[in-house]
């Protein structure tokens, strides 16, 4: 019987130890968790600031381009890309009457655009779209 009350005696003591060592785990793993948290929360509130700084120079870069087109057979030229949403009648070249060239200029925010000219408002450009990066 004295073995059988020795190992009662010892059970609750092991079990004592484990439940004493398992509340210092968790305030520990608590404490460290405050740590951890802040520099997630700077980088975010980084993140945010960062865009707006980015955005406002490009809105505020605007370029004057200028568009030649050899069409010296036609009465009207314009110019229609993406930057007009393609509509054939809304920037009109001029012929310079020196070079027969047709020539037109439109202010542009910096990017990269698909563009073609369209003689007498139904003949557009054959093939591809030219592109122009400005």
Known sequence: MAKAT???TKAPVAKKAA??????K????????PKAAKPVAEKKAAVKAAPAKKAAPKASKKVA???EANCPLATTVSVAGSFN???????????????????GKVTLD???YEYKFVCDGQYWDEGDN???HV
């Open 65 to 67: 381009v200028v568009f």
């Open 130 to 132: 030219k592109i122009k």
């Open 19 to 24: 439940v004493k060592a398992a509340p210092a």
């Open 26 to 33: 968790k305030t520990a793993t608590k404490a460290a968790a």
């Open 110 to 112: 910096s990017g990269v």
């Open 85 to 103: 949403n393609w509509a054939i009648d809304k920037d009109m070249l001029k012929k310079d009457k020196k070079t027969g060239l047709w020539v």
């Open 6 to 8: 020795a190992k009662t």
